[in-house]
């Protein structure tokens, strides 16, 4: 199956500083990437969709000033959560699709970030 | 409005049995294909089973089977000869084709997920 890698896996920033997560497809060009919000023993949330070269559209109750997306290239997208808080703390994770792709098909997902503020 | 449920917070199960885990789901769209994941505490999304909306026949792969009751909205995965390793949370999800009810193609919706806890 198709490959996603996404980075760091874990991280511990302090408060009022900005984390990067990155996601990458390492052997398919992933024309649209999801990015998901999973709080402990929760269901995954959506929280935007990135099309290549084009902005990301964003769920309703997801601040696009704090959660900055940008999926520039057919491989990458990332993440920027801005000014972060402890209430931003969760595990964040991101799929990726490849153009073409039939209903069938399962997403692939990165192994997801877990962030702590502090 | 599309919506996906899981009602069962928590199951368990002893070593070698069978178990289900329950998935009902509400859409008024003719297409539509459902998922089961499942998530172990490391955290990643492993694929487990597909069945679509059009499919005659239940998905199966391996241990896993999906009891796929089209007219009763529900996506049941069983899962044979339950095994210590299978102790994880479970994620039913939908995913739409394009544009159907607003939502994007490859988006999936999920249920809110059971953790299953397999005892020897």
């Known amino acids: 199956g198709a490959v996603v890698s996404q980075h760091p896996s874990w991280v511990i920033c302090k408060s009022g500083t900005s984390v990067k997560i990155e996601c990458r497809s390492l052997d398919f060009q992933a024309t649209t990437m999801f990015w998901y919000r999973q709080f402990p023993k929760q269901s995954l949330m959506l929280m935007a969709t990135s099309n290549e070269g084009s902005k990301a559209t964003y769920e309703q109750g997801v601040e696009k000033d704090k959660f900055l997306i940008n999926h520039a290239s057919l491989t990458l997208s990332t993440l920027t959560v801005t000014s972060a808080h402890p209430e931003d703390s969760s595990f964040y994770i991101c799929s990726a699709r490849e153009g073409g792709q039939s209903m069938n098909t399962e997403a692939f997902f990165g192994q997801g970030t877990r962030l702590t503020v502090v | 409005a599309q919506k996906i449920t899981q009602t069962q917070p928590g199951m368990f199960v002893q070593e070698k049995e069978a178990v289900t885990l329950d998935c009902t789901y509400d859409t008024s769209d003719p297409s539509y294909g459902l998922f089961w994941y499942k998530q172990p505490s490391s955290g990643e999304m492993i694929f487990l089973i597909y069945q679509g909306s059009y499919d005659q026949q239940n998905a199966t792969e391996g241990r896993y089977s999906l009891n796929f009751q089209k007219a009763r909205k529900s996506a049941n995965l069983v899962i044979s000869a339950s095994q210590l390793g299978d102790s994880a949370m479970y994620f039913c999800?939908?995913?739409?084709?394009?544009?159907?009810?607003?939502?994007?193609?490859?988006?999936?919706?999920f249920g809110q997920g059971t953790i299953l806890t397999v005892h020897p």
């Open positions: 999800a939908m995913k739409f084709p394009h544009n159907a009810g607003g939502t994007s193609y490859g988006k999936l919706t």
